[in-house]
């Protein structure tokens, strides 16, 4: 069982006022979950469900649709390779390819140290720059392995 | 009612329908997946857009939630709709598994009927197609089979709006999103059946019906639920052609059938999967006399002897008789013919405890598990209509003081419990009316095997006082007769000379008098349907 701690707490039912109706403010409060504890489990969805009053289907049928929601813990460094049609066109393939490769994971999965992990994404907003990429909140663009292997070791 | 063009045509329709139900007001189909007119309109599947046209501009729009409006031109037709409905099915086909030759749904699929209609392309997929769970049980009566689910999420809602507790849930994204329980949860609701009507493809279905029949060879008639007091419309599927399953089984499933007053397009899981009995090994198929088969006139000159004697000796009130309100009306009204009018027989009670206690709930499932309580009453048969109840009866019986009893379908458990004996001692004789064997069965000087509901048409007064007719889906099993058969032919052997040709003479002269029957159409409702599912929507 996992619960909020108050100030989060508070910020959740701070979002519920926001809105017309409380469901509305699911977004907001599962990105507030995620930060709390990491990613989305079972769990933390009861917990949302519960400091929402709303039933814990509703939360997942929402957690599962949006890409941005984690499901597993992710690495310290959290890589998310866009695979749109851009990307792809670019060499999106080639990029994830060679992260499974050099760390031995597959999409989703994290490795064991807990560094890094690995997740294919929806579009990033910079299909004129791919193949992108966004490590945590940081956007790279026009990679190539050689670069990606460049930001990697600035992350040491 | 308002004015509009659909197709060409001017249609006057009623307020406050949508486009999809107007059309299909005035014969018009619209290809449709997600809506329902029992559930909240969802707007999803795409599947019903039509060419709506107002104030000269035309759009391409959902049927299923634009309000048809007085003036509004739509066309079902164009090549730009049956462009777009041709899209949406190709998508909805593209990761389908196509599994229709074992799928129970095959024959009343809407994807199935939908391709024949619109589709009729080879696929232009060349991957692997995803894959999904199947044979998923999601619940003790229904099974999940989530590649064949097109999303439509009905059942999500039948859950969440009609039983009031969400149950099942649409997760993921993309082609890979499913239908499915929430882990820890099960469609475990007493209405869970329903969710099988609604799905319009074969991704749930029933455990009882699975791989028992293909659909077309079901027939079917307009029945009445006998499980509760409610008296939900129903349909009863039946093939007794085609027994390579379960040889035996007659009764093939149960579905609702629509009556806004009732039971609008719902039933409950004890009425939908209650109808083993119908076809049960435990029947009573032979007339008995004292442990031993006998054939009816044999029985029937027994019983009417044993009935003569006995109130010569001891006078009329030396017998009494118990008929449980699960028998249709005229059942009733014969038993009541023969028993008070021309046997005189004070004591007869209808007013039996049952041994099962039903809990109402909020949907439709009343207390009362009897199905004619009410339409006893109103011949005559109720319990304040004086005289003994069922336990003074049987005190009565203890006492000596009744020395015949006639006793019809109810085993006596909730009055006596297995202590038999303790009246059929006292007794000189004992008639049992049974369609099933029980604990009295054997015990019995004479045995009348009856027909249950579906072997035979009649009537039942529900709960709320409506007057429905059930009709005859097969045969009786072997000799089994419809209860007011049995006291005609009694009333013959006791000297009476009646002649009611039908249960439809029977309903006639019980309904002399009272505006509530007279006004049943009894030919209304009658007629087998070929087709096995006309309420679908
Ligand atoms: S299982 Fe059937 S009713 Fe439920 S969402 Fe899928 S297709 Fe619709
Ligand atoms: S509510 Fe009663 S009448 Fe209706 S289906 Fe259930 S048992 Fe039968
Ligand atoms: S029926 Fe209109 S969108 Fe599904």
């Known amino acids: ?156 | 009612m308002l004015e509009l063009t659909i197709n060409d045509r001017v249609v006057q329709v009623p307020d406050g329908l949508n486009v999809l139900q107007a059309a299909k007001h005035v014969g018009v189909e619209i290809p449709h997946f997600c809506y329902h007119p029992g559930l909240s309109v969802a707007g999803s599947c795409r599947m019903c857009q039509v060419e709506i046209e107002q104030g000269g501009r035309k759009r391409i729009d959902l049927s299923c939630s634009n309000a048809a409006v007085d003036g509004m031109i739509v066309r079902t037709n164009t090549p730009a709709v049956v462009k777009a409905v041709k899209g949406v099915l190709e998508f909805l086909l593209m990761n389908h598994p196509i599994d229709c030759p074992i799928c129970d749904d095959a024959g009343e699929c809407k994807l199935q009927n939908y391709y024949m209609l619109h589709g009729l392309y080879d696929s232009r997929l060349n991957v692997e197609k995803w894959h999904k769970p199947k044979v998923h049980p999601v619940g003790p009566t229904v099974v999940l089979d989530c590649e064949r689910c097109v999303l439509c999420s009905r059942c999500v809602r039948f859950c969440d709006e009609i039983w009031g507790e969400r149950q099942l849930g649409i997760f993921g994204h993309g082609s890979n999103e499913k239908l499915i329980n929430y882990p820890g949860r099960e469609l475990d609701n007493p209405y869970s059946g329903n969710v099988v009507d609604l799905c319009p493809v074969g991704a749930l279905l029933d455990k009882d019906f699975r791989f028992q029949r293909r659909v077309w060879y079901l027939k079917s008639v307009k029945s009445i639920c006998p499980l509760c007091s409610r008296g939900c419309n129903i349909y009863l599927h039946y093939d007794v052609d085609h027994d390579y399953q379960r040889p035996g089984r007659r009764i093939q499933r149960i579905k609702p059938r629509v009556n806004p007053d009732v039971n609008r397009w719902w039933i409950c899981d004890r009425g939908r999967y209650g109808y083993s009995f119908i076809d049960a090994a435990t029947r009573t198929k032979t007339p008995r006399l004292l442990g031993k088969d006998a054939d009816w006139n044999y029985a029937l000159q027994k019983a009417a002897e044993l009935i003569t004697t006995t109130q010569k000796q001891h006078g009329p009130g030396s017998i009494s008789a118990l008929i449980a309100p699960t028998a249709s009306n005229e059942d009733a009204f014969m038993a009541l013919r023969l028993f008070r009018e021309r046997l005189n027989i004070p004591q007869i009670s209808s007013d039996i405890p049952s041994s099962e206690k039903l809990t109402a709930d909020q949907l439709l499932l009343t207390d009362d598990p009897y199905s004619n309580r009410r339409g006893f009453q109103d011949l005559g048969l109720g319990p304040a209509d004086g005289g003994m109840n069922a336990e003074e009866i049987i005190n009565a019986v203890k006492a000596g003081q009744i020395k015949g009893l006639i006793v019809v379908g109810t085993d006596l458990e909730s009055l006596v419990g297995k202590q038999v004996e303790s009246i059929t001692g006292k007794l000189d004789w004992l008639i049992v009316g049974a369609s099933q064997e029980n604990q009295l069965w054997n015990r019995a000087t004479v045995g009348l095997p009856l027909a249950v509901y579906a072997e035979y048409p009649g009537t039942f007064t529900n709960v709320k006082g409506m007057v429905q007719k059930f009709e005859k889906a097969v045969e009786p099993l072997g000799q089994a007769l419809p209860q007011w058969q049995v006291w005609h032919k009694l009333a013959g052997h006791l000297g009476a000379d009646w002649r009611f040709d039908d249960a439809r003479a029977v309903f006639k002269a019980l309904s002399a008098g009272k505006p509530d029957y007279e006004s049943l159409n009894w030919h209304a409702t009658f007629g087998v349907d070929k087709g096995c599912y006309p309420d679908n929507w």
Not at chain 1, 122 to 138: F, K, M, S, Y
């Open chain 1, 1 to 156: 069982m996992r619960s909020f701690s108050e100030s989060t707490r508070q910020q959740a039912l701070a979002y519920l006022e926001l809105y017309p109706k409380k469901e509305a403010a699911l977004l907001p409060v599962l990105h507030l979950a995620q930060k709390e504890f990491g990613f989305i489990d079972d769990d933390a969805e009861v917990a949302v469900a519960e400091l929402m009053g709303i039933s814990p289907i509703s939360v997942r049928e929402v957690s599962n649709f949006y890409f941005m929601y984690h499901h597993h813990p992710i690495g310290k460094y959290h890589f998310q390779v866009c695979h749109n049609i851009s990307c792809s066109i670019m060499g999106a393939e080639t990029i994830l390819g060679h992260l499974k490769k050099r760390w031995g994971i597959g999409n989703g999965e994290r490795t064991a140290d807990g560094r890094f992990s690995i997740e294919r994404v929806e579009c990033l907003a910079c299909c004129d720059r791919g193949p992108a990429l966004l490590v945590n909140q940081t956007l790279h663009t026009d990679l190539t392995p050689e670069k990606i292997d460049e930001i990697i070791e600035t992350l040491r």
